[in-house]
């Protein structure tokens, strides 16, 4: 398919890996932080597979980075979450809530901390480069606050070990669950992570120079070619499986990080200061009315994702929502994520849900669905 088939305009950029993902077989394209990301390689099933046996390739470049540099850098980011970053070393990454004054969520990133001053945000879809700049402007910190030229591949999947030994060495194996590294690739310039959208073994690499994507994108699947490699898409069933959020969808600027069950992610008892704390400690003290769980619908396979809320009932009153819902095939089932009213949300309790084929019965149970201690993606 050419590109003319796509509809492409000036206003929402490509990522310095197009053209490689259109030679390799991407024919769908979504928008995500004003970027294009290509969202279909093919049959999601096959994507599904390919991932959990060997390794996929998926342009992220749409994880746009908030640069926060300056010396009161490691202050101001501390500002923008609530989750305590006191412990958090050179070299380290930590999944974050960036929450508003209300205490809603406005992103959900990775957070990287490349030196003593410097950090990225590696962000979900909204737009925290603003918020960021409009925070500091009150501040009174002197930080410095950008979009860098950083453009994120996710290699992932059981081989993407194999395939990141071949690329980069043998001590690649050192890198540790949700830490990074520096490293050069005959000259290209990146920051690598052992961190992914995908709950399986994986790679973040950023690239630093996006005249270099294609180069890099060809450079990795050719080093992947005896392990199976495929170029992909980030896997809709796998992250659900896992239980892993959407912004926009699983959450958004009116939920709460209690909601779903993120307490870890929030520092409430130290002397921290962050945006929205007052908030935060007064729906801890009320409590929440809702709560996010893990559902079965009983049902047909699910012919793909949802693309709009689907209503969940109980006694045919409207209690909910379906935020994420996907067949898989490795567990056999129908599985969802939805927000629901607090009091229906005990595991076992059996509700209905109102899909675009029909109204069929569902049960709330234990999520994530698959390996719900993450021991694939942080002992792999």
């Not at 259109?22 to 279909?40: C, E, L």
């Not at 380290?92 to 003593?116: A, F, H, M, S, W």
């Not at 990795?220 to 896992?242: D, F, N, Q, V, Y």
């Not at 056999?332 to 009091?343: C, V």
Request: proline share 5%.
């Amino acid at each position: 398919m050419s590109n003319k088939n796509f509809g492409f305009g000036t206003q929402i950029r490509k990522s310095p890996y197009f053209d490689s993902t259109v030679k390799w077989g991407a024919t769908g394209f979504s928008v995500y932080n004003h970027m294009y990301i290509p969202r279909d390689f093919g049959d999601p099933e096959q994507n599904f597979w390919n991932l959990i046996e060997k390794a996929i390739l998926c342009d992220v470049a749409v994880e746009r980075q908030v640069e926060i540099t300056g010396p009161d850098a490691y202050k101001f980011t501390q500002l923008l979450t609530p989750r305590d970053l006191s412990k958090l070393a050179i070299g380290q990454c930590k999944y974050v809530l960036i929450t508003n004054n209300d205490g809603g969520i406005l992103n959900d990133p990775v957070l990287l901390r490349l030196d003593e001053n410097h950090f990225w945000l590696s962000l979900a879809d909204s737009d925290v480069l603003l918020w960021a700049q409009g925070v500091a402007v009150n501040s009174g910190l002197n930080v410095q606050i950008k979009e860098p030229d950083v453009s994120p591949l996710q290699l992932q999947g059981p081989t993407s070990g194999d395939i990141m030994v071949k690329l980069f060495g043998e001590d690649i194996k050192d890198l540790k669950y949700y830490w990074l590294k520096e490293y050069n690739l005959d000259g290209i310039p990146l920051i690598i992570s052992r961190t992914g959208w995908s709950s399986e073994l994986g790679y973040e690499i950023y690239l630093r120079d996006g005249s270099k994507g294609n180069e890099l994108y060809e450079k990795i699947m050719e080093a992947g070619k005896e392990h199976g490699l495929k170029p992909g898409h980030t896997s809709s069933i796998r992250r659900i499986e896992g239980g892993m959020l959407s912004y926009h969808a699983d959450a958004d600027i009116d939920t709460n990080p209690f909601e779903l069950g993120l307490d870890r992610l929030v520092s409430l008892d130290s002397d921290i200061d962050f945006v929205g704390k007052k908030a935060l400690k007064k729906i801890k003290q009320d409590g929440i009315k809702r709560k996010q769980v893990g559902l079965e619908i009983d049902c047909k396979p699910l012919t793909g994702p949802n693309t709009t809320f689907w209503p969940v009932e109980k006694d045919n009153k409207k209690i909910g929502k379906i935020t994420s819902a996907v067949y898989s095939p490795r567990l056999k089932k129908n599985i969802a994520l939805a927000m629901i009213e607090i009091e229906q949300s005990e595991t076992g309790t059996k509700l209905e849900v109102i899909t675009n084929e029909g109204k069929y019965n569902s049960v709330v149970v234990e999520k994530p669905f698959y390996d719900p201690k993450k021991k694939i993606a942080s002992s792999s």
